[in-house]
Structures are given as structure tokens and as C-alpha cells.
């Protein structure tokens, strides 16, 4: 019965001594069915380094790193950190056994059995620093290829820039409009029901869309003159807003007149009801004697303010 406490007493403070700092409160903690370290749960993979725990460190940092960027839930990262603070003290316990079976312990001083185990402020420094530097290659790597293949494709397709899917063309009711990878062709919900073709802008989320291209009724007008223009605006201001009012939509006309390009100029005038928020574009082409309808769309005029200019770029392409 001695020799087997003797041996207990012996074990126990061979697992102290490869433990090190606070190893009294550590061992108690260790052997209790259930415990939970705070220093693992605020500090996970920087507590595991300096319990020289290296692959359960890097595990943590790779659980963690899925979480952050993949899972991106508050409540899931806390629970991570939690589960991680109770985890401690068995893997700790299974750590330090396979580390002192792997060692020749009749050979090795007490010096070196103790810088086998304890702690390691250097390693806290160290590993991350490794990680980062690897991180800021994998990067480099990355944005290095990412130029070449870059460079390499605009070498190649310059010659032929349109030919190449630089551009899309949107078309609807015989007007065309050229956009770039910004934008995508999508069917479009009206306020009053059913849906349209149009484009989104991708970031902005923007709708473009062409309700209607028609023919001037008096062709023989001139329309390079600004009071013949006006004619044709002031008959389209009182249609819409008699047909947006009969509709529920309240319209603010501006009655400015801004030319796009060329022979093509336009008015604009926004569209509101509840959270709908449009804009519309009559664009008059004084060449052809023609009036085109486009239609914007997003989820405030903030975005629509914010957003005008590139709505306005892709209005440059607009034939009809």
C-alpha cells in the first residue's frame, strides 16, 4: 500500500514539475471531472502556445479561422470559446502524458526534464509571427499571379476589346445598351406586376431598365431648338404624372434639361410610393425624332443620388 502511494506521490510530482508555473492548481483542476481554464477561453491560441501545445494550437487557429470567415456567427465564435475554456484541461492532462512516456526520463537531469514541459513566452511571439509571414506570402503569391494573368489578358485582347465579353448589350423595345461585367441581365419586377428584362448593377443593385421607345408624332419639327423640346416634355410630364397618380406614385419632375450626347438630350424626374424608389429618364434623339423611357430602380433616392453617375455612363451606350 506504501509503495503504491510512494509511487502516486512520485508521479505526481513528475507531472508538477513538467507542468511548471501554477502546477498545484493545474493538477487539481486537471484531475476534476469537470473545470474550466479562463485564460483558454479569452486566449485560446495564444494560451495553447504557451502551454507548448503546438498542434492543438494550430487546430484552434484553424477552427477559428473557418468560424471567422466562413460561418461569420457571433453566438457560434462565443460557444467555440467556451467549449474551448473546458477542453483545456482534459487535453492538457492527455498532452502532458504522452509527452513525459516519449521521454527517457532516467537520463535527463531535472533541468532538462522541466524545459521539456512548463511554459514558453517565446513561442507566443514566434508561432504567430511564422504564420503571418507564410500568411503575407500566400498573399503576395496570390496578388503576384493575379497581375500576371491580368496583364497577360489585356496583352492579348486589346486588339479586339468588344469582341472579347468586355461587354454585354441589353436590348429591349429597339433600344440597345452596352454595360460591362458590373452589370447582369436580369427579369425585373414592375410596381403594378409581372416582370421586364433589365440590368443590375452588382454592387449598388441599381435596376436599369427601358419601358418604352416611340416615333414624335410631329416629325417635322426642329427639335435642335429648345422651345420645340420643350413641347415634347411638357406633353410627357402631364402623361406621367397622370398615370403614376392614378397609380398611387407621386412624381417630382426637374425640369432641367441636360444633353447626354451628341444629338440626344434628357429630362428626368423621380417616382416614389412607399418604400419603391424610381427614377425615370426621358432621353429625346432630335436626329431620328425619337423618345425613349428608361427606368431606374433601387432601394432609396440616396442610392439612386449616389449612383446617378454611373447610370449616366451606361446611358452613353444607349442607341435607339
Known amino acids: 500500500m506504501e509503495e ?8 505526481e510530482q513528475k507531472i508538477k514539475k513538467f507542468i511548471g508555473n501554477n502546477a498545484d492548481i493545474i493538477y487539481k483542476k486537471m484531475n476534476k471531472k469537470f473545470s474550466f481554464n ?17 498542434l492543438i494550437a494550430i487546430v484552434s487557429f484553424i477552427i477559428q479561422s473557418i468560424i471567422a470567415n466562413y460561418v461569420k456567427n457571433i453566438m457560434v465564435s462565443l460557444i467555440c470559446f467556451i467549449v474551448w475554456g473546458f477542453a483545456f484541461y ?12 516519449k521521454l ?31 500568411l503575407m506570402l500566400s498573399m503576395g503569391m496570390r496578388i503576384f499571379d493575379s497581375a500576371s494573368e491580368s496583364l497577360n489578358n489585356n496583352i492579348i485582347s486589346v486588339p479586339t476589346l468588344i469582341n472579347q465579353n468586355e461587354y454585354n448589350y441589353y436590348s429591349y ?17 414592375l410596381p403594378e406586376g409581372g416582370t ?16 418604352e421607345v416611340e416615333s414624335i408624332e410631329n416629325e417635322n419639327l426642329d427639335y435642335s431648338n429648345r422651345e420645340n423640346r420643350e413641347k415634347i416634355y411638357n406633353l410627357l410630364e402631364s402623361t406621367f404624372k397622370y398615370q403614376a397618380s392614378a397609380s398611387g406614385f407621386k ?20 417616382i416614389s ?19 425613349c423611357a428608361i427606368v431606374t430602380g433601387a432601394k432609396s433616392k440616396e442610392i439612386l443620388d449616389n449612383n446617378q453617375a454611373q447610370v449616366l455612363e451606361i446611358l452613353q451606350t444607349l442607341e435607339f
Open 4 to 11: 503504491e502511494l510512494n509511487k502516486e506521490n512520485i508521479e
Open 38 to 54: 479562463i485564460y483558454c477561453m479569452l486566449f485560446t491560441f495564444f494560451y495553447l502556445l504557451y502551454r507548448k501545445m503546438y
Open 90 to 101: 482534459p487535453l492538457y492532462k492527455i498532452h502532458i502524458h504522452r509527452k513525459i512516456e
Open 104 to 134: 527517457n526520463t532516467e537520463t535527463m537531469t531535472e533541468e532538462e526534464f522541466k524545459k521539456k514541459g512548463g511554459t514558453s513566452i517565446v513561442s507566443i511571439i514566434i508561432v504567430p509571427l511564422v504564420l503571418f509571414i507564410i
Open 173 to 189: 423595345n429597339g433600344a440597345v445598351i452596352k454595360y460591362n461585367n458590373e452589370w447582369k441581365e436580369q427579369e425585373v419586377p
Open 196 to 211: 421586364q428584362k433589365g440590368i443590375i448593377n452588382n454592387k449598388s443593385g441599381v435596376l436599369v431598365t427601358v419601358a
Open 251 to 270: 412624381v417630382n419632375w426637374q425640369d432641367t434639361e441636360y444633353l447626354l450626347k451628341n444629338d440626344k438630350y434628357y429630362v428626368l424626374f423621380d
Open 273 to 291: 410610393k412607399n418604400e419603391i424608389s424610381m427614377r425615370e429618364y426621358i432621353i429625346l434623339n432630335i436626329k431620328d425624332s425619337k423618345v
